[in-house]
């Protein structure tokens, strides 16, 4: 792993990253953008949008936090027997299970006060929960990968991971998001 903390080094680990990021967060504004149509018909789904996919990085990089600390404890393996490996996993899941349906109905509840729903609040929880849990999976999909590559590539999953796993979730959250609107709303 690199401990080089020179301005050189830092640049050198984090920019080509940063660069990378960007255009993914560039590419998830076009998807976003393809589906102006179907956020200005359901305003219901425009309040679920950044939510989803803050709550989606959010979990992401709960996950690449406590992967990361058992990486720098040398508790971590990447084997598939690994049960903080799967535990950790699992947990975030599980949280995705409990809190999306909150999401989805906290997101029909603000826009049935302030211009009335259009969807009905179990379609709205449908949607909500049925995305997070596609988002929670990969999240986690994302979380190991990127941990594993940063470290075989040297770098610090501190650096590295949460950054990739919150831009990633947020291109997935708006895909995953909407093609679970084509699902059970279009």
């Known amino acids: ?52 996919i803050g709550t989606a990085g959010n979990l992401g990089s709960i996950l690449a936090s406590r992967l990361s600390t058992a990486f720098h404890l040398g508790t971590l393996s990447f084997s598939p027997s690994d049960e903080k490996l799967a535990g950790n996993a699992i947990a975030t899941v599980a949280l995705a299970v409990t809190l999306f349906p909150v999401v989805g109905a906290g997101a029909w509840a603000l826009q049935a006060v302030l211009a009335g729903a259009r969807l009905a609040l179990g379609t709205v929880v449908l949607v909500s929960l049925a995305s997070g849990i596609a988002l929670a999976v990969l999240a986690v999909l994302v979380t190991v990968v990127a941990t594993y590559i940063a470290y075989k590539f040297g770098l610090d999953p501190d650096d590295v991971v949460i950054p990739v796993v919150t831009n990633t979730c947020d291109v997935l959250g708006v895909v995953v998001l909407f093609g679970v609107v084509q699902l059970f709303v279009i």
């Open 1 to 52: 792993m690199t401990t080089d903390w020179t301005v050189r080094g830092i640049t050198r680990a984090m920019l080509p990253v940063l660069l990378v990021m960007t255009m993914v967060e560039v590419g998830s504004g076009l998807v976003l953008g393809s589906f102006e149509a179907e956020l200005l018909q359901y305003p219901t789904l425009l309040v679920l949008v950044p939510v989803t």
